[in-house]
């Protein structure tokens, strides 16, 4: 008897262990055929986020025809249906330039706030150049050997300036598409990327994990926390975004600025523990809430400055948006609801610098 | 909670399996399966449990009536009424309201009662029917009324087939539940694994993957050029067929898992060759009861052949509406009423035509089509498209639509039912091949394609 409650032990063992590689052959095949069957990707296949960008003579930028999960990338790597390099006659072409904001991120596909432009405004040809980490300085890049080409008759400019607030100059921000991440490994298995999507980890448990990856973090920065919005970092965003305006003022387009919106206002009570704070932290670490949302809210200042000086018109989506919780599915990226009403804001201005009506 | 869900899987069932089987008695297996259905159904809504637990209570409570004072009529009445009661509202007040007023504005009337919009219990068409034919079976000394109130509310509440059957009668499970100390738990998980696997084949592979297609095609109908209308019901046939046998076979595995053997609810119906065959094949539970419960008490097929005629009428129209408070519902059980009616009639030509499973199939698919209408417009709008030629589209991707759908058919004609299919019998062969299929339904459940059931809706 003693002898066979072990064995017995290892053989159940012995079973479990052939049901798990079983399950799970079964569930990378399943997980692989339904994606060649209704997505058209390869059965062997290994697509990640990082598909969706390239680098090359033109810098960082979409690839085209690109396609990642609910992402899917034209014939010169924007997001949204392809476009020629020459404009069509008679239809005025605008380019939205941004990051992972303009791109879209929680909204289905065709309702991020580019797409719901596009679809309300037959008569104009709206295409989303957003790249998903892009800050300003990497965008002047983009517009002079990419964009320009393209010859838009308006430039909407939807910037990102938390970007600032981190110690690389151009930030790579995961955020959901992970876009900067390492390079993908030569197997990646898409049933653990659909679990991950539909098992949500405990937003405590998410939160704990953050703040141990924040601090370890603040404990190789040299300058530690932020203590007030750092004056230097609202400089660069300046000097970046007017040097990008003035560039594509050159080139005959117009341009609109649109102020940034956040999720909070600032004033909350308990901002430093939500969630989607100590997220945008990971990427910010050296910055509170409060600095985070102080420091949107002075470059926003600045922005308006730069719109000013360089007589462009400027869009405040922040002053609508701003404080909106269920406009936003985490502290930066629009929801559904957060992309149409951004949409909503922002037409009537662009269809008047469109169709000539504000000014250079 | 569904079954085809991660919860289901990962937690539910695992935690309520390896209690069961730790507890020794029946009477503890019995309290544990009455706690599970309840957590099952609270799931949903919690509020609802007590109109599950009201009419449990009013049945049991009924049946030892029964037992106390021997077959009396008011024992039937006063607790049936109570159940249909609870059906009648819930399901049919506001039907019935909005029926009215309809009537009286066309008269010039205005509306005449309030239209109340309350929230269909899930599965109470259901649970009102095991209660019902309890009482009913208590009443005519088929079953004899059961002391245990756990034993009964086991029943009712019975997670696997609480909320969209099947339509499990007392005296089917009575001795199973009875003896539920003695179940064999190896032979069980053995033999349930192999249905429930079956079951999420059915739903998550073919189902499912063909409602991706039908729900958008026949959202837009108005659209679809004939052809394509044609291809959007014969996916939905399928996906309606794969969507409640793969419920029923899940139903079974899980009965099975615990003790209990829950009888087979669909019999390949796409093989029959006449409508009579049809229904017993389709939902056999609820055309079982509809003949037990309603057509045989109303005479039958014992009168004239008119009176047969009738009584069929009449039984198919109450098994419509009991689908849903909707006109769809009723012409579509008139509609069932008048081919089985036909059929009674006309029987010995019938048998005659040579392509008649072909007939039949082709009217079982049209009968689908007052089924899945929304309403009368819609139907007529689909028939219109069917059967007049128009040149609409035919959306994008309809290869592989046409592809799973002909699969899908020819799986339902010459492939093997849940109760037909024999997993192999050898444990190294037969635990990869379920564990690699089942692992292919959860990419797909993960890939949060699953949907709920269509019955949930009844």
Redesign the interface.
């Known amino acids: 008897m003693r002898r066979s409650r072990p064995r017995s032990a290892l053989r159940a063992l012995g079973w479990l262990g052939l049901l798990t590689c079983a399950v799970l052959a079964g569930a990378e095949c399943g997980a692989r055929l339904d994606d060649l069957l209704f997505e058209g990707i390869p059965f062997s296949a290994n697509p990640s986020s990082d598909d969706l960008v390239t680098r090359d003579e033109y810098g960082r930028h979409g690839r085209p025809y690109a396609r990642f999960q609910k992402w899917q990338l034209d014939n010169l790597g924007f997001r949204g249906p392809d476009v020629a390099r020459a404009p069509m006659p008679g239809v005025p072409r605008v380019l939205v330039m941004g990051a992972s904001e303009t791109f879209g991120l929680h909204e289905p596909p065709g309702r991020e706030f580019v797409a719901v432009l596009r679809s309300a405004n037959p008569d104009l040809e709206v295409i989303n150049t957003a790249v998903v980490g892009m800050g300003l300085g990497s965008m002047n890049i983009y517009w002079q050997r990419l964009l320009a080409s393209l010859r838009p008759a308006v430039v909407l400019i939807y910037p990102t300036p938390l970007f600032y607030l981190a110690d690389e100059p151009a930030p790579k921000r995961a955020a959901g598409t992970g876009a900067g991440a390492p390079a993908s490994p030569p197997f990646r298995s898409r049933f653990l990327d659909r679990l991950r999507g539909v098992l949500h980890m405990p937003h405590f448990i998410r939160c704990r994990l953050d703040e141990r990856t924040i601090a370890a973090d603040l404990a190789r920065a040299p300058g530690g926390m932020f203590t007030a919005v750092p004056p230097e970092r609202l400089d660069d965003y300046q000097r970046d975004l007017t040097q990008l305006v003035q560039e594509i003022k050159d080139s005959g387009a117009r341009v609109l600025l649109v102020t940034h919106a956040l999720r909070y206002r600032g004033g909350e009570p308990d901002l430093e523990e939500r969630f989607d704070v100590v997220e945008e932290r990971v990427y910010n670490p050296r910055a509170s809430g409060r600095i985070l949302s102080e420091f949107n809210t002075a470059a926003n200042l600045r922005l308006q400055e730069v719109a000013r000086a360089q007589a462009v018109p400027v869009i405040d989506l922040a002053a609508v948006l701003t404080g909106c919780e269920e406009c936003f599915g985490d502290l930066v990226h629009f929801s559904e609801l957060g992309s149409a009403r951004a949409a909503a804001v922002i037409e009537p201005v662009l269809r008047a610098a469109a169709h000539g009506g504000a000014g250079r | 909670m569904l079954f085809n869900s991660?919860v289901f899987i990962f937690l539910f069932l695992p935690v309520t399996y390896l209690v069961f089987w730790a507890l020794r008695s029946t009477p503890q297996r019995h309290v544990w399966l009455t706690i599970t259905g309840y957590v099952f159904y609270a799931y949903w809504d919690v509020r609802f449990c007590l109109l599950m637990a009201f009419s449990t209570l009013v049945s049991y409570a009924a049946g030892r009536a029964f037992l106390r004072y021997g077959p009396r009529r008011w024992i039937l009445w006063v607790p049936v009424s109570c159940d249909l009661a609870l059906l009648g509202f819930f399901k049919y007040a506001g039907f019935f309201a909005e029926t009215v007023n309809a009537v009286a504005r066309a008269a010039h009337l205005g509306p005449l009662l309030p239209v109340l919009h309350v929230v269909l219990p899930v599965g109470i068409s259901f649970y009102t029917f095991h209660t019902i034919s309890y009482i009913v079976d208590c009443y005519r000394g088929v079953v004899r009324p059961t002391r245990s109130l756990f034993e009964f509310s086991a029943y009712v509440s019975l997670f696997s087939q609480l909320v969209a059957g099947p339509i499990v009668r007392f005296r089917q499970i009575e001795s199973d539940l009875e003896n539920l100390a003695s179940a064999d738990r190896r032979a069980g998980l053995y033999a349930g694994s192999s249905f429930f696997v079956y079951g999420l084949v059915e739903k998550v592979l073919v189902a499912d993957?063909l409602a991706?297609f039908v729900n958008p095609w026949l959202a837009d109908y108005t659209h679809l050029s004939s052809a394509a209308t044609w291809l959007a019901m014969l996916g939905y046939s399928m996906q309606l067929y794969f969507d409640f046998s793969g419920y029923s076979s899940m139903a079974v595995g899980l009965g099975l898992m615990f003790g209990l053997r829950i009888p087979q609810n669909f019999n390949s119906p796409y093989r029959a060759r006449d409508p009579s065959d049809f229904w017993r094949r389709w939902h056999i539970s609820l055309s079982t009861c509809i003949r037990d419960y309603l057509f045989i008490p109303l005479g039958g097929s014992r009168g004239s052949k008119w009176l047969t005629v009738r009584n069929i009428m009449i039984s198919m129209f109450l098994g419509g509406l009991w689908h849903g408070a909707n006109f769809t519902f009723i012409v579509w059980g008139l509609y069932w009423g008048t081919l089985l009616a036909l059929y009674h009639l006309l029987g010995r030509y019938w048998d005659a035509f040579p392509a008649r499973g072909v007939l039949m199939f082709v009217l079982a698919l049209c009968g689908w089509v007052l089924f899945r209408a929304t309403d009368l417009h819609m139907a007529g709008g689909v028939f219109a498209r069917m059967f007049v030629p128009s040149s609409g589209v035919l959306p994008a991707d309809w290869e592989?639509f046409l592809a799973l759908a002909v699969l899908a058919t020819l799986w339902s004609v010459f492939g093997p039912n849940a109760f037909e299919f024999h997993a192999p019998a050898r444990?190294l062969v037969r635990?990869?091949?379920?564990?690699?299929?089942?692992?292919?339904?959860?990419?797909?459940i993960?890939?949060?394609?699953a949907s709920p059931f269509l019955y949930f809706q009844f």
């Open positions: 991660l993957s991706r592989l444990p635990v990869p091949l379920l564990g690699f299929v089942f692992g292919m339904t959860l990419a797909i993960a890939g949060s394609r």
